[in-house]
């Protein structure tokens, strides 16, 4: 059973936004989402399911991978890093979303 | 983790894969139901909150598991709800599989644990594979195994193979002091006996050399059923003294239930001591010796060692001429005579098996043929071919382990049955049971036939072109399998039955067998004299000739003999023969003949003719002119021109007086049924007073021999109310028992062949079924045109009787190719025995046909017009 994904562009996006956020350090899934969040000031309120799905393709794709460790409350939880691979990633997408966004700003502020 | 790690742990533990994606997802709704509840909110509207914002819970999950490699523990547990809803919509059919699996399951569990007790079970020794019996043989009767004192001192003072060697003899002894005394079976070891072995007590200790001192008290190990029938089990047992022949004995150990050795009866174990002259001389064989062989050694090497210190004792005494030193793995010895007929039962059990699987692929088949249409559709909806041999191997596997737990109480059942009526004599047997190694191997046969059943629908199923399959033609293909299938089926049980008729036609023979003697209305019991009361020889004879006066005094009794060793229990004694007037040529074996030693009115209550001259009477006392009798096979053996009456012989190990032969009385069975008779020399017990501590009573009656048990008890404790008597049984029970055995096989295989038969008849009911609805419209066809009732049963008869004879044929082939492995068990009946393979067919065919009655008159009932309509 496939869930199609909510639109292209805004996985691509979510996988972007993850990779940024593990660039602080490594994360377990639910910080991720918060931080997310909390940054965006609420105004991204993603689905906090799709998150996982996008962690596992990421991980086989070898940009991030994971670890099972302990929170400050002693409980277990995956902890998820960035690799090289990942953070070269990172730097490719965030040039060609600044790229897209400059793109869209000169159509916008024609009449 | 690295990836290919994850992998790997995909493939080998999804279900350990798709808990951790539960427990990431859990922890991450766990989190925000935790800060929501800080926030304020109730614990219903956290956790809806949180959910909400996760999303679709259970489709995140199965996604994620999807993604992670574990999503096959999801579609499992689809496929397995989908079959256990679809089963449960069809009961009849899987009512109908999965009796057949259990059949077949159960009948191979119950057999595995009979096997594994008797045969695979390592015994409860260390390093079996190290241990040896060494014995001597002349030749003679090498079946028995046994060996000298004298001779065992030697050879463990001069042998340089082994780390040690122990010794064993099987006695009896009374356990007096409680109510009703007991006769033990006890086995006499030397020191190092546990110690060779390598066991281990369940509680104290085990009896060492120290206790073989002629100055040491006196202790025993008991058994664990000893343990449990006259201590209950507790363990302050260690330490206490009980009164064992005549002795004060001190309990020092406990042995573990699976410890049998050397016998399954032995209740208890007792140190040899130094022994005494009589017992120790060296030609008194009669003692079992084992031996550890030493670090690095092999057994040919033992065996090469022993033989030369044999050869070197034959030269120095002339009790051991001719004789050699024999050294050969001990385990196999045990427990290998019982590996035959178990083996063969296990390939009886795998032929019950194949059918009932066989069986159960037809009835899958024949549902595949109902589900067509509901297939094809799947497949042209987009299912894949694969998909759809995984949910039919699922379905499959359901009914199979559905049949596995039925099967196995069933097992469970036949089980206790074996245990309860299996023939003695078969070591271990008494330790069969369902533990964790049967239920592994329940296990896999459960697996492998869900396999074998679920793979030929499921892939013929998916083959199909939808487009066929939504109309009704074709099936000629799947026509053809389900028969060749019935008729591999017919061959099986052919061949099973074919075993069991076999076997069933031998023990008939067995049983037909004249034992040399009458035994109704005979009733026979033991008794064991303690040495300690009845030391001096004359008390002994004076026991038994007043015991024999007084129960013969008895109301009901007709006469009473005595023997040592009741006919028909496969014990007995040899002893060599010295003929006057015939020396022994050198290098020569002098003759032997098995040995009794009778009451004067043995013959005569047991019915044995005399064949010429007397009978013992009361003239051959001791002190008299010693006197025996033989029987006709030492005649034909060692006096084959002239009488043997008047002729004198000394008898081995005796006083070397010359006794005069002055009857000749007829053979009897002693060895069972099927054995031949050997030489035998009886003398009157007045005149053989050695040894004579124990006799079988042998009482002719004239009522129901079990009735006087109790008058018979009465008479012994008259006597000596501390005396008890054991093995009390008619003699008939005793004839019965003899051949308890090849009856248990016998009936065993029967009831296999018998559910092969059952199985192979309804595979044949559901083929014709099948065809005759493949054919409607051929029949309605052949009706419309002219053809009447009974041309339609004809021709369905027809198809019935070519299935059962290509069966046929193929059982035969097989059956001739197999049969030979039961050479040894039959007595007096070829493996090939014509009448048995004729008639067989004949019984096949029959059944083939009764089972086409009913599909027949179906088929000749049809109306022709609803025939070439049908849809």
Same mark, same amino acid.
């Given at each position: 059973?496939?869930?199609?994904p909510?639109?292209d562009?805004?996985?691509g996006?979510?996988?972007?936004?993850? #990779?940024k956020?593990?660039?602080?350090?490594?994360?377990?899934?639910?910080?991720?989402?918060?931080?997310?969040?909390?940054?965006?000031d609420?105004?991204?309120?993603?689905?906090?399911?799709?998150?996982?799905p996008a #962690?596992?393709?990421?991980?086989?794709?070898?940009?991030?991978?994971?670890?099972?460790?302990?929170?400050?409350?002693?409980?277990r939880?995956?902890y998820?890093?960035?690799t090289?691979k990942?953070r070269r990633?990172?730097?490719?997408?965030?040039?060609s979303?600044?790229?897209?966004?400059?793109?869209?700003?000169?159509?916008?502020?024609?009449? | 983790m690295s990836?290919?790690?994850?992998?790997?742990?995909a493939?080998?533990?999804?279900?350990?894969?798709?808990?951790?994606?539960?427990?990431?997802?859990?922890?991450?709704?766990?989190m925000?139901i935790? =800060? %929501?509840r800080?926030?304020? *909110?109730?614990?219903?509207?956290?956790?809806?909150?949180?959910?909400r914002?996760?999303?679709?819970?259970?489709?995140?999950g199965?996604?994620?598991?999807?993604?992670?490699g574990a999503?096959?523990?999801?579609?499992?547990?689809r496929?397995?709800?989908?079959?256990?809803?679809?089963?449960a919509?069809?009961?009849?059919f899987?009512?109908?599989?999965?009796?057949?699996?259990?059949?077949?399951?159960g009948?191979?569990?119950?057999? $595995?644990?009979?096997?594994?007790?008797v045969?695979?079970?390592?015994?409860?020794?260390?390093?079996?594979?190290?241990?040896?019996?060494?014995?001597?043989?002349?030749?003679?009767?090498?079946?028995?195994?046994?060996?000298?004192?004298?001779?065992?001192?030697?050879?463990?003072?001069?042998?340089?193979?082994?780390?040690?060697?122990?010794a064993?003899?099987t006695?009896t +002894?009374?356990?007096?002091?409680v109510?009703?005394?007991?006769?033990?079976?006890?086995?006499?070891?030397?020191?190092g006996?546990?110690?060779?072995?390598?066991?281990?007590?369940?509680?104290?200790?085990?009896?060492?050399?120290?206790?073989?001192?002629?100055?040491?008290?006196?202790?025993?190990?008991i058994g664990?059923?000893?343990w449990?029938?006259?201590?209950?089990?507790?363990?302050?047992?260690?330490?206490?003294?009980?009164a064992?022949?005549?002795?004060?004995?001190?309990?020092?150990?406990?042995?573990?239930? /699976? $410890?049998?050795y050397?016998g399954?009866?032995?209740?208890?174990?007792?140190?040899?001591?130094?022994?005494?002259?009589n017992?120790?001389?060296?030609?008194?064989?009669?003692?079992?010796?084992?031996?550890?062989?030493?670090?690095?050694e092999?057994v040919?090497g033992?065996r090469?060692n022993?033989?030369?210190?044999?050869?070197?004792?034959?030269?120095?005494?002339p009790?051991?001429?001719?004789?050699?030193?024999r050294?050969?793995?001990?385990?196999?010895?045990?427990?290998?005579?019982?590996?035959?007929?178990l083996?063969?039962?296990?390939g009886?059990?795998?032929?019950?098996?194949?059918v009932?699987?066989?069986?159960?692929? %037809?009835?899958?088949?024949?549902?595949a043929?109902?589900?067509?249409r509901?297939?094809?559709?799947r497949?042209?909806?987009?299912?894949?071919?694969?998909?759809?041999?995984?949910?039919?191997?699922?379905?499959?596997?359901?009914?199979?382990?559905l049949?596995?737990?039925?099967?196995?109480?069933?097992?469970?059942?036949?089980v206790?049955?074996?245990l309860?009526?299996?023939?003695?004599?078969i070591?271990?047997?008494?330790?069969?049971?369902?533990?964790?190694?049967?239920?592994?191997?329940?296990?896999?046969i459960?697996?492998?036939?869900?396999?074998?059943?679920?793979?030929?629908?499921?892939?013929?199923?998916?083959?199909?072109a939808?487009?066929d399959?939504?109309k009704r033609?074709?099936?000629?293909?799947?026509?053809?399998?389900?028969?060749?299938?019935?008729?591999?089926?017919?061959?099986?049980?052919?061949?099973?039955?074919?075993?069991?008729? !076999?076997?069933?036609?031998?023990?008939?023979?067995?049983?037909?067998?004249?034992p040399?003697?009458?035994?109704?209305?005979?009733?026979?019991?033991?008794?064991?004299?303690?040495?300690?009361?009845y030391?001096?020889?004359?008390?002994?004879?004076?026991?038994f000739?007043?015991? =024999?006066?007084?129960?013969?005094?008895?109301?009901?009794v007709?006469?009473?003999?005595?023997?040592?060793d009741l006919?028909?229990?496969?014990n007995?004694? *040899?002893?060599?023969?010295?003929?006057?007037g015939?020396?022994?040529?050198?290098?020569?074996?002098?003759?032997?003949?098995?040995y009794?030693?009778?009451s004067?009115d043995?013959?005569?209550?047991?019915?044995?003719p005399?064949r010429?001259?007397?009978? $013992?009477?009361?003239?051959?006392?001791?002190?008299?002119?010693?006197?025996?009798v033989?029987?006709d096979?030492?005649v034909?053996?060692?006096?084959?021109?002239?009488s043997?009456?008047?002729r004198?012989?000394?008898?081995?190990?005796?006083?070397?007086?010359?006794?005069?032969?002055?009857?000749v009385?007829?053979?009897?069975?002693? *060895?069972?049924?099927d054995? /031949?008779?050997?030489?035998a020399?009886?003398?009157?017990?007045?005149?053989?007073?050695?040894f004579?501590?124990w006799?079988?009573?042998?009482?002719?009656?004239?009522?129901?021999?079990?009735?006087?048990?109790?008058?018979?008890?009465?008479?012994v404790?008259?006597? /000596?109310?501390?005396?008890?008597?054991?093995?009390v049984?008619?003699?008939?029970?005793?004839l019965?028992?003899s051949?308890?055995?090849?009856?248990?096989?016998?009936?065993?295989?029967?009831?296999f062949?018998?559910i092969?038969?059952l199985? +192979?008849?309804?595979?044949?009911?559901?083929?014709?079924? $099948?065809?005759?609805?493949?054919?409607?419209? =051929?029949?309605?066809?052949?009706?419309?045109l002219?053809?009447?009732?009974? /041309?339609? !049963?004809r021709?369905?008869?027809?198809?019935?009787?070519?299935?059962?004879?290509?069966?046929?044929?193929l059982?035969?082939?097989?059956?001739?190719?197999?049969?030979?492995?039961?050479?040894?068990?039959?007595?007096?009946v070829?493996?090939t025995?014509?009448?048995?393979?004729?008639?067989?067919p004949?019984?096949?065919?029959?059944?083939?046909?009764?089972?086409?009655?009913?599909?027949?008159?179906?088929a000749a009932?049809?109306?022709p017009?609803? +025939?070439?309509?049908?849809?």
């Open positions: 059973m496939e869930r199609a909510r639109s562009l805004l996985q996006t979510l996988d972007m936004l993850v #990779l956020t593990l660039r602080r350090g490594a994360s377990h899934g639910y910080d991720i989402a918060r931080w997310i969040q909390r940054t965006s609420d105004a991204l309120q993603v689905e906090e399911g799709s998150l996982y #962690l596992y393709r990421m991980e086989e794709r070898g940009w991030i991978r994971s670890e099972w460790g302990t929170t400050e409350n002693n409980r939880a995956r998820y890093q960035l090289p990942g990633q990172l730097e490719a997408e965030a040039e979303w600044q790229r897209l966004s400059i793109a869209i700003a000169k159509i916008m502020e024609t009449t | 990836r290919l790690w994850q992998r790997l742990r493939v080998f533990a999804p279900g350990r894969v798709a808990r951790e994606v539960d427990e990431e997802i859990r922890f991450h709704i766990e925000r935790a =800060e %929501n800080a926030a304020g *909110m109730t614990p219903e509207d956290a956790e809806r909150d949180a959910r914002r996760f999303g679709n819970v259970t489709g995140i199965e996604e994620a598991r999807e993604l992670r999503g096959l523990v999801d579609v499992f547990r496929d397995l709800r989908i079959a256990a809803r679809s089963l919509r069809r009961p009849t899987a009512l109908a599989a999965v009796a057949t699996l259990a059949l077949g399951i009948a191979t569990t119950t057999v $595995f644990s009979v096997v594994d007790a045969v695979l079970r390592p015994p409860p020794f260390a390093e079996p594979d190290r241990l040896v019996a060494v014995w001597e043989t002349s030749g003679a009767a090498d079946d028995v195994r046994s060996a000298s004192f004298a001779n065992f001192s030697d050879w463990q003072a001069q042998n340089r193979s082994f780390s040690g060697m122990a064993s003899f006695w +002894a009374n356990l007096t002091g109510d009703p005394p007991e006769r033990l079976t006890t086995a006499i070891v030397t020191g006996f546990f110690d060779v072995l390598g066991a281990r007590p369940a509680l104290g200790r085990t009896l060492g050399v120290a206790d073989d001192r002629a100055d040491s008290p006196p202790v025993a190990v664990h059923g000893l449990q029938r006259r201590f209950g089990g507790d363990p302050g047992v260690i330490g206490r003294s009980i064992l022949a005549g002795q004060s004995v001190t309990v020092v150990g406990v042995m573990a239930p /699976d $410890f049998a050397p399954d009866d032995i209740d208890l174990w007792a140190p040899a001591g130094p022994g005494d002259a017992r120790n001389g060296r030609s008194t064989r009669f003692i079992r010796v084992i031996a550890r062989l030493a670090p690095g092999t040919a033992a090469a022993m033989e030369a210190v044999g050869a070197r004792l034959a030269q120095e005494y009790d051991d001429l001719g004789w050699t030193v050294v050969s793995r001990l385990v196999p010895l045990l427990y290998g005579d019982a590996r035959p007929p083996l063969i039962l296990l009886a059990v795998a032929c019950v098996l194949l009932s699987n066989v069986n159960a692929a %037809n009835l899958l088949l024949a549902r043929a109902a589900r067509r509901e297939m094809a559709i497949v042209a909806v987009g299912a894949g071919r694969a998909r759809l041999v995984a949910q039919s191997l699922t379905e499959s596997l359901l009914l199979a382990l049949g596995a737990a039925a099967g196995t109480g069933l097992a469970a059942l036949a206790d049955g074996v309860a009526w299996g023939p003695g004599g070591p271990r047997l008494a330790q069969a049971t369902i533990d964790g190694r049967v239920l592994a191997v329940t296990l896999a459960t697996v492998g036939s869900a396999l074998a059943c679920g793979l030929l629908p499921g892939f013929l199923v998916s083959r199909d939808p487009l399959a939504l033609e074709g099936g000629g293909q799947r026509a053809r399998l389900r028969g060749a299938l019935v008729v591999s089926e017919i061959a099986l049980a052919l061949i099973l039955l074919v075993g069991a008729g !076999l076997l069933m036609k031998s023990f008939a023979r067995l049983s037909a067998v004249a040399g003697f009458d035994t109704r209305n005979l009733l026979t019991l033991r008794v064991w004299l303690p040495a300690q009361k030391r001096d020889n004359d008390r002994q004879i004076a026991f000739q007043e015991l =024999e006066r007084r129960i013969g005094a008895l109301p009901g007709r006469s009473v003999g005595g023997v040592q006919p028909l229990r496969k007995q004694m *040899m002893n060599e023969l010295a003929i006057e015939r020396p022994v040529p050198a290098g020569g074996r002098p003759p032997y003949a098995a009794r030693v009778v004067p043995y013959f005569a209550t047991m019915g044995i005399l010429a001259g007397r009978r $013992f009477d009361a003239t051959d006392r001791s002190g008299a002119a010693g006197v025996v033989v029987n096979s030492l034909a053996r060692y006096f084959p021109d002239g043997p009456l008047g004198r012989l000394r008898l081995g190990a005796d006083d070397g007086a010359l006794r005069t032969i002055v009857g009385v007829g053979d009897v069975k002693h *060895m069972g049924l054995a /031949d008779e050997g030489p020399v009886y003398q009157p017990h007045a005149q053989k007073p050695e004579l501590r006799m079988t009573l042998a009482v002719r009656t004239e009522v129901e021999p079990s009735a006087l048990v109790a008058a018979v008890r009465g008479a404790r008259s006597l /000596d109310p501390d005396q008890p008597i054991f093995d049984a008619t003699m008939e029970t005793v019965s028992r051949v308890a055995a090849p009856r248990f096989f016998a009936a065993l295989i029967g009831g062949a018998l092969a038969l199985l +192979a008849a309804v595979g044949v009911y559901g083929v014709l079924a $099948f065809l005759v609805t493949q054919r409607t419209r =051929e029949i309605g066809v052949r009706v419309a002219g053809a009447r009732r009974m /041309d339609v !049963l021709l369905v008869l027809g198809d019935a009787l070519k299935l059962a004879s290509l069966g046929v044929v059982g035969i082939a097989g059956a001739l190719a197999l049969t030979h492995v039961l050479a040894n068990l039959l007595y007096q070829s493996p025995d014509l009448a048995t393979f004729a008639a067989v004949v019984v096949l065919v029959v059944v083939a046909a009764a089972a086409s009655v009913i599909p027949a008159r179906r009932g049809l109306s017009v609803i +025939a070439l309509y049908a849809e």
